[in-house]
């Protein structure tokens, strides 16, 4: 199956501050989605970017598929950020393949 | 629109027992997704059904593990005599059809003493 490799694994950020984090994958996908791991262990969806741009508020995504990777940009971030932020990737439609994650901690 | 729902939140089983897991996906959608969360392995996905079939199983451990969707009523993530390695975080995912976003329930937290 596909491999998704995401980076940094660990991010310590000051509330207000930005961060990219970015997500490879192996092959063509054709579902892409970003997910937050709140402390409480729920699956927030955030994106779902097989290719192009989307912003929601302070997060946005950029998908450059040609080039298979994904990045997802956190802006003045809050402490309510703090979690483990889940790229996951599918080249045959469902099945998701899950990288290991970034934990992010947003300290005040 | 109420989302992925799933009960129970957390399950205590003692070993050898049944452990059933259920999962009413979003309004409108007809696919369903299982994925295991263990601490080591990261999230993995198990099975893909559509109402009344089993498309994909690849995931599954061969023994002890079953899943259904059957035409009325949830989702059943079914895994009989549980060993201390069932547990884990099971969550389960729905869309309107494949190739779209999935949409993931709360999960359930599987104890195996």
């Known amino acids: 199956g596909i491999q998704v490799e995401q980076s940094p694994p660990d991010l310590i950020l000051q509330e207000g501050a930005n961060s990219t984090l970015r997500c490879n994958f192996s092959?063509?996908?054709?579902?892409l989605q970003w997910f937050h791991q709140n402390p409480w262990g729920q699956l927030i969806n955030l994106f779902y970017i097989p290719s192009g741009t989307k912003q929601n508020g302070r997060l946005s995504a950029t998908t450059v598929a040609t080039e298979r990777y994904s990045l997802l940009y956190i802006s003045s971030s809050q402490t309510t950020d703090s979690g483990v932020y889940f790229c996951a990737a599918a080249n045959s439609g469902y099945a998701l393949n899950f990288g290991k994650g970034t934990s992010l901690l947003v300290t005040p | 629109n109420a989302g992925v729902m799933q009960n129970p939140r957390h399950l205590v089983r003692r070993r050898g027992q049944e452990a059933r897991l259920r999962c009413s996906p979003m309004?409108?959608?007809?696919?369903v997704y299982w994925y295991r969360q263990l601490p080591e392995e990261g999230l993995k996905f198990m099975v893909y059904l559509q109402k009344e079939n089993i498309i994909d199983e690849s995931g599954m451990p061969k023994e002890r593990f079953s899943a259904e969707f059957p035409k009325e009523g949830p989702s059943i993530l079914r895994i009989q005599q549980v060993v201390r390695g069932d547990s884990a975080a099971y969550f389960c995912?729905?869309?309107?059809?494949?190739?779209?976003?999935?949409?993931f329930g709360p999960g359930t937290r599987l104890l195996v003493l």
């Open positions: 309004k409108g959608h007809s696919h």
């Open positions: 995912a729905s869309s309107p059809s494949d190739s779209e976003t999935q949409y």
């Open positions: 092959d063509s996908v054709n579902n």
